[in-house]
């Protein structure tokens, strides 16, 4: 199956730094990748959709100028979470769609990055 | 806005027996249903999708219904395992390029 590399895989950090997270679709071209953010035992909260080429489009309540989405090619997604918080700290997972997902909305997932701001 | 939602935050069963984890929606059915898991610290890994006419689908030890009438989809593994123990995710997923919309997921233990 199609495959989605995230990097890094934790990151610590402390409160006022910038942090990027990087999604790379490896064996596909993805126009669109989707940033999720996960809090401990809770669901996937979609925080942005990222389109290749043009300006993110984030979810109600997610700040766009806190958490910057770059989508430069159609391999590469990045994720910078700028002067980071305490509160910030969550895990970052972003997916695309490849191939035989296109129809049917299957998300192929990268590995999550675990952010925690000291 | 589209709500969903996972019976029980977690399962506990005996191996050998099967599981089954329910997934409910409110408002407009899905073009898909699908289903994840998701162990800790890991991102989702996609296990099955079943379509808004299909009834029902089967993937080795996993069955998975679609009932569009309950608005409800059931997920089963049977002769279940330790190795099953992880977080099963439902997912809606609509037309188009347009993102999925996940349940809160629930909790399997699988007990040897």
């Known amino acids: 199956g199609a495959v989605v590399s995230q990097h890094p895989s934790r990151v610590i950090c402390k409160s006022g730094t910038s942090v990027k997270i990087e999604c790379r679709s490896l064996?596909?071209?993805?126009?669109?990748m989707f940033w999720y953010r996960q809090f401990p035992k809770q669901s996937l909260m979609l925080m942005a959709t990222?389109?290749?080429?043009?300006?993110?489009?984030?979810e109600q309540g997610v700040e766009k100028d806190k958490f910057l989405i770059n989508h430069a090619s159609l391999t590469l997604s990045t994720l910078t979470v700028t002067s980071a918080h305490p509160e910030d700290s969550s895990f970052y997972i972003c997916s695309a769609r490849g191939g035989g997902g296109l129809e049917t909305g299957e998300l192929f997932f990268g590995e999550g990055s675990r952010l925690t701001v000291l | 806005s589209q709500k969903i939602e996972q019976n029980s935050e977690a399962l506990n069963i005996q191996e050998g027996k099967t599981a089954t984890l329910t997934c409910n929606y409110t408002n407009y059915s899905p073009a898909y249903l699908q289903w994840y898991r998701q162990d800790p610290g890991r991102g989702p890994v996609f296990l099955l999708l079943?379509?808004?006419?299909?009834k029902e689908k089967r993937k080795e030890r996993l069955k998975v219904t679609f009932d569009t009438t309950l608005k409800q989809s059931l997920f089963h593994i049977t002769a279940s395992q330790p190795a099953d123990s992880a977080t099963y995710l439902c997912?809606?997923?609509?037309?188009?390029?347009?993102?999925?919309?996940f349940g809160k997921g629930t909790r399997l233990s699988v007990i040897a």
């Open positions: 064996d596909f071209q993805a126009t669109t």
């Open positions: 079943i379509r808004e006419n299909e």
């Open positions: 990222s389109n290749e080429g043009s300006k993110a489009t984030y």
């Open positions: 997912a809606l997923a609509y037309p188009g390029n347009t993102p999925l919309v």
